[in-house]
């Protein structure tokens, strides 16, 4: 069987440092543009110059273990072999179709060329679908038969986004098991079998719907009893957290996994408006400021500028950081019922329990005993998800909260974001609930536009 050639695109090494492990016994190649573009990026204070610097310390590593040039293939870990390309850049190739010899446009010459030379397939991986777009055209314009762009796919794992577990699913049954939940509070996961057409994990929702129309129904959770998964009517015990009452299904869900102590880790999905922070905020209030459970609440949010970074703006910490977290001062507003910033800050000063701060501050430290909400979590990569969750402490409970839909860092989309991805490898966990929610509670025409615009 013939080996394969993988040539990589800047992204995917921005995106992922030890991207270079995960094609197996195959080629990875490395065009030598793509190594001036990642030294460009080694000085940025991000997650862009964190991988930057890491696959500077890969390179190293085997650049010593070759002890001398990496143009010539040497072994990796994974089986396969690894090189940079300082040939094969000729651009006669796209004169025709591409006039500019653009960094982007140099790269696919390389892969193109090498194709061109090769015995055996040679696949473009890269992020950018407009590059993926440009290298597919010029596959069909000169019949190259053994050149395959493709998208990268370690992480995945879902090929789109509707595809997203939402933690919950609706059924139709025959009233009697509608009557026996209410009756019992709990019933044996095999009742539903037969009406079941999805998978679902332990701390997902279903809504039992009857079979033959009418209005009878029950809301009840998967839970793990003695072993075995039942199903566990959700009562209205708690109508309400902090002052705010939950107005959909959605929401009476959500609120039940985030007053839950045994669920260490929420992931929130929906678009903007429909309760996902505000929810949040108040469960987080209620268990550390009423409750006393947990020993703080700290509110975060990766910060994804457009231009230069926060540590460019004027000002103290505290006044950088505003503008990018005030929709979370937005909501404390609401649950606080504070008639201004002023009155706003003065109760927050008064509270030792609540820490708003960026993702950028809390990095490297250990989180032990706190309610910890991440919003904007479509905008982290996997690793930086990883890297969050992997120092949490005992006692912790995180809540990872967004839109994976409305994407603002340049190397991540729908699917491969840290919250889709947390969602997806993480799901059948136990100690890991799922809520996708769908309905704008903000006003009549803020639902209309988030569906129709």
Same mark, same amino acid.
């Given at each position: 069987m013939l080996l394969k050639t993988f040539v990589l695109d800047t992204n995917i090494l921005l995106h992922d440092a030890h991207s270079l492990y995960q +094609?197996?016994?195959?080629?990875?190649?490395?065009? *030598?543009?793509?190594?001036?573009?990642?030294?460009?990026?080694?000085?940025?204070?991000?997650?862009?110059?964190?991988? *930057? =610097?890491? +696959?500077?310390?890969?390179?190293?590593?085997?650049?010593?273990?070759?002890?001398?040039?990496?143009?010539?293939?040497?072994?990796?870990?994974?089986?396969?072999?690894?090189?940079?390309?300082?040939?094969? #850049?000729? +651009?006669?190739?796209?004169?025709?179709?591409?006039?500019?010899?653009?960094?982007?446009? =140099?790269?696919?010459?390389? *892969?193109?060329?090498?194709?061109?030379?090769?015995?055996?397939?040679?696949?473009?991986?890269?992020?950018?679908?407009?590059?993926? $777009?440009?290298?597919? $055209?010029?596959?069909n314009s000169l019949l190259l038969n053994r050149f395959f762009p493709e998208l990268y796919e370690s992480d995945r794992l879902i090929q789109h986004v509707d595809r997203i577990h939402k933690g919950y699913q609706e059924i139709q049954v025959p009233s009697d098991i509608i009557d026996s939940l209410y009756k019992s509070g709990e019933l044996p996961i095999e009742v539903i079998q037969d009406y079941v057409h999805e998978e679902f994990y332990v701390q997902d929702f279903i809504l039992l719907k009857d079979l033959y129309g009418s209005n009878h129904s029950g809301l009840c959770r998967v839970m793990l009893h003695n072993q075995k998964m039942v199903l566990k009517?959700?009562?209205?015990? #708690?109508?309400?957290?902090?002052?705010?009452?939950?107005?959909n299904v959605q929401q009476r869900m959500l609120m039940e996994l985030l007053m839950?102590?045994?669920?260490?880790?929420?992931?929130?999905?929906?678009?903007?408006?429909?309760?996902?922070?505000?929810?949040?905020?108040?469960?987080?209030?209620?268990?550390?400021?009423?409750?006393?459970?947990?020993?703080?609440?700290?509110?975060?949010?990766?910060?994804?500028?457009?231009?230069?970074? %926060?540590?460019?703006?004027?000002?103290?910490?505290?006044e950088k950081l505003r503008p990018w977290v005030q929709p979370i001062y937005d909501n404390l507003e609401f649950l606080f019922d504070a008639k201004n910033e002023e009155e706003l800050d003065n109760i927050l000063s008064g509270l030792r329990t609540l820490k708003v701060e960026?993702?950028?501050?809390?990095?490297?430290?250990?989180?032990?005993?706190? +309610?910890?909400?991440?919003?904007? *979590?479509?905008?982290?990569?996997?690793?930086?998800?990883?890297?969050?969750?992997?120092?949490?402490?005992?006692?912790?409970?995180?809540?990872? %909260?967004?839109?994976?839909?409305?994407i603002d860092h340049p190397y991540l989309d729908s699917v491969n974001n840290g919250l889709t991805y947390a969602v997806e490898q993480l799901k059948r966990e136990e100690e890991v609930g799922i809520v996708h929610l769908t309905s704008t509670e903000r006003s009549k025409l803020a639902e209309k536009a988030a569906h129709l615009l």
């Open positions: +094609f197996g016994e195959n080629e990875v190649v490395v065009p *030598a543009i793509v190594i001036e573009e990642i030294d460009s990026k080694k000085r940025l204070m991000n997650e862009v110059g964190r991988n *930057a =610097r890491e +696959f500077s310390r890969i390179y190293k590593k085997l650049r010593d273990q070759s002890k001398g040039s990496l143009e010539h293939p040497i072994p990796l870990e994974s089986g396969g072999t690894f090189r940079i390309e300082l040939n094969h #850049r000729s +651009f006669e190739k796209l004169k025709n179709e591409f006039n500019e010899a653009s960094n982007d446009n =140099r790269i696919i010459a390389v *892969a193109i060329n090498l194709s061109l030379d090769e015995k055996g397939d040679v696949v473009l991986v890269s992020n950018d679908t407009l590059m993926i $777009a440009k290298a597919d $055209a010029l596959k009517d959700l009562k209205r015990d #708690r109508q309400q957290i902090w002052g705010v009452f939950p107005k839950d102590k045994s669920v260490s880790l929420i992931c929130a999905t929906g678009k903007a408006g429909t309760g996902k922070t505000l929810l949040a905020l108040a469960a987080g209030l209620c268990q550390t400021e009423e409750e006393q459970h947990y020993q703080k609440l700290l509110v975060s949010k990766p910060i994804v500028p457009v231009g230069n970074d %926060i540590g460019f703006l004027p000002g103290e910490k505290e960026a993702l950028t501050y809390i990095r490297g430290r250990s989180i032990p005993n706190q +309610f910890v909400i991440i919003d904007e *979590a479509q905008n982290l990569s996997p690793h930086e998800v990883k890297t969050i969750l992997t120092r949490v402490g005992e006692g912790t409970k995180v809540i990872l %909260i967004g839109d994976p839909e409305q």
